[in-house]
């Protein structure tokens, strides 16, 4: 397995996998959107490829806080296709995930999973996270997702 910076050209297999969990950007939604986060300095996505096959992704952000005097690391998506994540490539990914925030002199990683995910929940928690307090959120745009299957 190999983990590598996505490009433009993960874009297919990285839309693809968004799609396994309910989502539904189309395929130029997604080129757009990965175009946007590569841009951005404190911003990485890396993919994680099995004979050349994209099999996961890892979205991470730096982000500097008022109350704390180093960044705080967030993961915004972590991604395995389900024929795959038996390999352990979330925990590789996570992983690398954590080096790379280190690099960028993140205190914590801060990662959200959506509550009706229980066995990311389970993943998580296995590997050193902790469930946290309360988190609340306003939508300020309406999207719908589509149910996984």
Same mark, same amino acid.
């Not at 175009?35 to 490829?49: G, I, P, Y």
């Not at 050349?52 to 806080?65: E, K, M, Q």
């Not at 080096?99 to 998580?124: D, P, W």
């Given at each position: 397995? @190999? ?6 050209? *993960?874009?297919?297999?990285? @839309? ?25 300095? /404190? ?8 004979? *050349? ?28 296709? $389900? @024929? ?13 995930? $954590? ?5 960028? @002199? ?10 009706? /995910?229980? $066995? ?9 996270? /902790? ?19």
């Amino acid at each position: 397995m @190999n983990i590598r910076p996505a490009t433009l050209e *993960d874009a297919e297999r990285i @839309n693809a996998l968004c799609q396994t969990l309910g989502y539904s950007p189309t395929l130029e939604q997604t080129e757009e959107q990965l175009s946007r986060v590569m841009k951005q300095q /404190r911003d990485a996505l890396f993919v994680a490829e099995v004979c *050349d096959l994209v099999v996961g992704f890892i979205t991470l952000h730096t982000v500097d806080v008022v109350h704390d005097v180093q960044p705080w690391g967030r993961i915004s998506s972590l991604v395995v296709d $389900e @024929n795959f994540r038996d390999m352990t490539i979330g925990k590789q990914l996570l992983d690398h995930a $954590e080096i790379y925030l280190k690099q960028q @002199n993140c205190m914590r990683i801060e990662v959200t999973s959506h509550i009706s /995910r229980e $066995e990311a929940h389970g993943f998580y928690l296995h590997l050193g996270y /902790r469930i946290t307090p309360l988190r609340f959120i306003k939508l300020l745009a309406q999207r719908v997702l589509v149910a996984a299957s």
